[in-house]
């Protein structure tokens, strides 16, 4: 389906007014708390603005609902913990705009699906139920208590709970969560794919057989004991602001930071922090000791020829380079390393990973300088066919050096969602672990499904194929988050039903299945009032520390329900007697819920507790302490081979990125300062050589297609922009590229789409 269609199923063309400067290279200051202001005095009223971003990652404060970055654990700025992208997301969320029912009597869905995300977006907070009927163009209000009738006999008409599809999106506190997935394992199904699927599930896969934990090892305190930090495939500028904070301090105590990526992003190069005088004033850090602008998808071939540069050091002198004592207790496949290393040409692997020899060599210089090292990714490895092995090379790398399980070292893969990382610890998974599955059949006296479910992939082809008929939302932007737009949204207009927990307006409630229901939800921002008293709900962050989150600001409206409610509701009124779990009782004191997550999942001993003390509790990390837990006990190297790729003549590598005003797929505004975009999202990155290769100039409009196994998918009108990335390679911003994403190219192993590398050509437009 196209845009001139009654239902515009992609972000839809506008007539923008890019005005294109030269990118920064100095991130944060003045302008990032001036572009912060301006964000927050739009949307909210001055009064609540204040104490809200005081408040926000305070002891006794709201957990930011942007990215997972972790709050020092002592001391927090006065300022409260914030950033300029913070900021924009707490705006966002506590905006004094409402979308009430007699909005959606005024617009028909036809009508909204004309509208950009951005307008959708800051149309303003959802504040009644609402479902849309068959065949009809509006929404209508419906009262909660029919809502949840008409989906519990939706879902009690299948024929199999494996017709049902339950995602969850990373905002979701563990609470939620975990009566989420309990409520849908009782209904009988493991299906429930998440936004993690789609982001660092390549990270969870590889760590997991590697080092034994599907998470990161490190610390925040690490970052100020260690030697070297590598940022690779990560936008920390943009995507996780407060990192600066950690990595202006950690280079203050010495240590040097390189990064890895085919855009030299600006806020890797110099650093003001807001919080200190002195940066608003104008001094800058400089964060970056060495940029290595690696071709997309180049990190396998970098880190291997990285790896073989080290081993010729360990060669002249044997045990100064390889921690043979780590090597020899901990871990198992060195041998195989060494051996496939030996067999490597460096001057290939150079020429492959698009850095010259001579700089590599700094690299190396640089890690042979300490022996502590730190690792950081997001993106740029995960989301690409070898995500999996990107990972494991990282991870090859530190175990070359001993260089984690001891302070100042280890694996950093930064998370996206606030709690994204705490949905998977509370059993948001469609992949559960037996033992899990027992401890659950055990607590809450239910035999629960045993075969794994769909991830976000598997989920998209049931719908399409008509075996997926219920789709349920527990947040986020299904439509717009997914790869192959025009397919995905065909496949939940199969369903017979979908429905979203949302609190604000996006693409999914338009196109939707036959009937759709909208059921409208508290924030993180907002109090959370039930029988007992005032309630607060956890979150896990990156670093896996467990602590509390408390909104102060009324509901965006009386109808409002928490997430944990929503769920209590509609398991009682789908379940009925066949559950035994006391949902009432645990909708009235979240500590309940916390008592029945502490029987269920170990390392939450206490943990109503633990989490009511300053700052909360880390969850155990056998990694972080030397201790693998992996099938042989050991860190394992493994074998990764570098990737080959059949680029055609004429096409380009494209990435899909985030500008600096968007959270996902909600657009906060229409400038992607650093990079000095303004006005406009539909643009394409490109190196000049390449626009001249091309036949094009800075400036013109194209249209992006791209063939995967015979079939031709195309995003119209893109406007160049002359781009200092890596040659061959192009960017564009996601959601509006996501149509040139093949659903079924995803990392092997993982199955996460590959958003960073889709083969693509252009045309004039
Ligand atoms: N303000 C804001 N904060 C966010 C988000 C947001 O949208 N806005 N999203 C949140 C979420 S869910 C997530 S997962 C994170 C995402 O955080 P990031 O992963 O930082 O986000 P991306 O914009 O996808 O950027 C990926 C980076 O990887 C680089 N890259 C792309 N391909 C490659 C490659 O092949 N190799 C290497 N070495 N680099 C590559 C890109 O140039 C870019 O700098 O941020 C979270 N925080
Ligand atoms: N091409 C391309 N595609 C990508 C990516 C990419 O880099 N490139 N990145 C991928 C990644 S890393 C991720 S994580 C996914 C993100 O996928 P999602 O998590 O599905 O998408 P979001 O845009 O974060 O979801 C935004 C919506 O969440 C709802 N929401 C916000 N706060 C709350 C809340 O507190 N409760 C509830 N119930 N709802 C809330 C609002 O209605 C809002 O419109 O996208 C993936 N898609
Ligand atoms: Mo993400």
Not at 459 to 475: C, D, H, S
Request: with cysteine; proline share 6%.
């Amino acid at each position: 389906m196209s845009t001139s269609d009654r239902l515009c199923v992609t972000p839809p063309l506008e007539d923008e007014k890019i005005k294109i400067t030269r990118p920064d290279t100095i991130a944060a200051g003045i302008p990032a708390v001036v572009s912060a202001m301006q964000h927050v005095f739009r949307e909210m009223k001055l009064r609540q603005c204040v104490s809200t971003l005081f408040s926000v990652n305070q002891m006794e404060g709201f957990d930011c609902p942007g990215c997972a970055w972790p709050d020092p654990d002592d001391h927090r700025s006065s300022l409260g913990e914030y950033c300029e992208n913070g900021a924009k997301a707490i705006a966002e969320e506590a905006t004094s705009k409402r979308v009430e029912p007699d909005f959606f009597a005024k617009h028909s869905i036809y009508e909204l699906s004309q509208w950009s995300d951005y307008k959708l977006g800051k149309s303003g907070r959802l504040t009644h139920p609402m479902i849309l009927e068959a065949g009809q163009e509006h929404y209508q209000p419906i009262s909660w208590e029919a809502a949840f009738q008409r989906i519990a006999q939706e879902l009690n008409g299948l024929a199999h709970p494996d017709e049902a599809i339950f995602y969850t999106s990373g905002r979701t506190s563990n609470e939620a969560a975990f009566m989420y997935q309990l409520f849908v394992r009782q209904f009988g199904t493991n299906n429930l794919p998440d936004c993690s699927n789609m982001c660092h599930e390549s990270s969870g896969t590889a760590l997991s057989q590697t080092v034994g934990i599907g998470k990161g090892s490190v610390r925040l305190e690490d970052f100020y004991l260690t030697d070297l930090i590598i940022v690779i495939g990560q936008n920390p500028g943009t995507n996780h602001p407060r990192m600066l904070t950690a990595l202006q301090k950690a280079k203050r105590a010495g240590a040097k930071i390189i990064s890895i990526n085919p855009l030299p992003e600006a806020g890797l190069e110099r650093f003001r922090n807001p919080q200190e005088i002195s940066g608003l004033l104008g001094s800058s850090t400089p964060l970056n000791d060495l940029f290595l602008q690696v071709t997309i998808n180049g990190d396998v071939p970098l880190l291997k020829a990285i790896m073989c540069l080290l081993l010729e050091a360990e060669r002249q002198q044997a045990g100064s380079v390889f921690d043979r004592d780590f090597i020899d207790a901990h871990t198992d496949g060195y041998d195989a390393l060494i051996a496939d290393l030996e067999q490597q040409d460096v001057e290939a692997l150079a020429q492959a990973s698009g850095v010259s020899l001579a700089e590599i060599r700094k690299a190396v210089e640089m890690i042979l300088a300490g022996p502590k090292m730190i690792v950081c990714w997001a993106m740029g490895l995960t989301q690409h066919r070898n995500g999996v092995q990107n990972i494991r090379e990282v991870v090859n790398l530190l175990l070359l050096r001993g260089s984690i399980g001891k302070p100042g070292a280890g694996t950093c893969p930064v998370r996206g969602h606030s709690n994204v990382q705490g949905d998977r610890t509370m059993g948001i998974w469609e992949k559960p672990k037996p033992a899990f599955l027992d401890k659950l059949a055990a607590n809450f006296d239910f035999s629960p499904p045993r075969e794994h479910g769909h991830d976000t992939v598997g989920a998209i082809e049931a719908m399409a194929n008509g075996q997926g008929k219920v789709f349920f939302a527990m947040g986020g932007n299904f439509l717009s988050a997914t790869p192959d737009t025009e397919y995905t949204a065909r496949a939940l207009q199969n369903c017979n039903l979908t429905v979203q927990v949302s609190t604000k307006l996006n693409r999914s409630h338009l196109v939707t299945g036959k009937t759709a229901i909208i059921l409208p939800c508290l924030g993180r921002t907002e109090r959370d009032q039930q029988a007992s008293g005032p309630q607060f709900v956890s979150v896990e962050n990156s670093m896996g520390v467990v602590h509390a989150s408390r909104g102060g600001l009324p509901p965006a409206s009386p109808q409002l329900l928490s997430e944990p409610a929503i769920i209590a509701s509609l398991a009682q009124a789908t379940l009925k007697k066949r559950s035994k779990v006391p949902w009432q009782k645990w909708i009235d004191n979240y500590d309940l819920i916390r008592d029945a997550i502490e029987q269920s999942i170990p390392g939450f001993e206490r943990y109503n507790e633990r989490v009511r003390n300053h700052g909360g509790f880390y969850l155990p990390n056998g990694a972080r302490d030397g201790a693998f837990h992996t099938q042989n006990g050991k860190a394992n190297f493994t074998l990764n081979p570098v990737p080959k790729h059949d680029i055609k003549d004429g096409e380009l590598i494209m990435m899909t990125i985030r500008s600096h005003d968007q959270f996902n797929t909600t657009i906060y505004g229409l400038d992607d300062r650093y990079r000095g975009i303004f006005n406009g999202r539909r643009v394409i990155l490109m190196h000049t050589s390449d626009i001249q290769a091309q036949g094009f100039r800075p400036g013109d409009y194209v249209d992006l297609t791209s063939e995967y196994d015979g079939q031709i998918r195309r995003a119209p009108k893109f406007m160049i922009v002359k781009y200092p990335i890596a040659r061959g390679c192009v960017a564009t911003y996601f959601p509006e590229a996501n149509v040139l994403v093949p659903l079924q190219h995803y990392a092997e192993k993982s199955r996460t789409p590959v958003s960073k590398h889709v083969r693509i050509r252009l045309e004039k437009s």
